[in-house]
């Protein structure tokens, strides 16, 4: 069965300090794959998808990055935080079209 | 890609069915219509998908009529652990590529 996971579960870091938050998928191949953020009492953000190797789509200008080194790996990075990037970071994959999306656990960033 | 809305809240009572409603007025031929769930501090899950007419699985009905621009979900007798922010998509069923939630409807039920 396919399973996702991302992590850190939870972090906090400073204002101006990087970021790494991972995900991956087990189970299947060529999936897509997106990173959605929540700010607090809000709705969700679509941030990146990609639909391949190597392949980034942005929707919002913002000083975050996205990766997609393996076909089933996704990694959201910053090189410097800023206060409004906390929130709760959700990956999710999909396959097929108009397939349902599969969320991870969410990874909670805080930034002081 | 269509836009949705949806009404930012609705109150209910335990055991009372749910309605739902989403505007989507410019769905393309090719959306499908799609609903999740969201609890606090989870990801969204996936509720129900249809494309015309009726689909109804074993949680949850989805009524489309035959314009196709708006769809209401359905929620049989509701309890407290149906708490929750439903979000109404528009998806394109040619490919997965973007998928856009609205700002969600959330959904108290109370004893």
């Known amino acids: 069965s396919q399973t996702i996971h991302q992590w850190p579960a939870t972090l906090v870091q400073p204002v101006g300090s990087p970021l790494s938050l991972e995900c991956t998928v087990e189970?299947?191949?060529?999936?897509?794959l997106y990173w959605y953020r929540q700010a607090a009492g809000r709705g969700l953000q679509l941030l990146f998808y990609?639909?391949?190797?190597?392949?980034i789509s942005s929707e919002v200008p913002q000083n975050l990055s996205a990766s997609r080194p393996q076909d089933r790996q996704f990694i959201l990075s910053s090189k410097k935080l800023l206060l409004s990037d906390s929130g709760f970071y959700l990956c999710?994959?999909?396959?097929?079209?108009?397939?349902?999306?599969?969320f991870g656990e969410g990874s909670r960033l805080t930034v002081l | 890609l269509a836009k949705t809305t949806q009404p930012i809240s609705m109150d209910s009572y335990e055991g009372q069915e749910v309605n739902i409603t989403c505007s989507h007025n410019n769905i393309a031929t090719n959306d499908y219509i799609t609903w999740y769930q969201q609890f606090p501090s989870q990801g969204p899950r996936f509720i129900i998908q249809?494309?015309?007419t009726k689909v109804t699985n074993e949680v949850a009905s989805l009524f489309i009529p035959a314009d196709r621009k708006s769809s209401t979900l359905s929620l049989p007798r509701v309890s407290l652990s149906d708490t929750a922010v439903y979000y109404c998509?528009?998806?394109?069923?040619?490919?997965?590529?973007?998928?856009?939630f609205g700002t969600g409807t959330l959904l108290a039920v109370q004893p």
């Open positions: 249809g494309y015309k």
């Open positions: 990609s639909v391949g190797i190597g392949q």
């Open positions: 998509l528009v998806v394109y069923g040619g490919a997965t590529n973007k998928l856009i």
């Open positions: 189970g299947t191949s060529n999936p897509n």
């Open positions: 999710a994959w999909s396959v097929r079209a108009p397939g349902e999306l599969f």
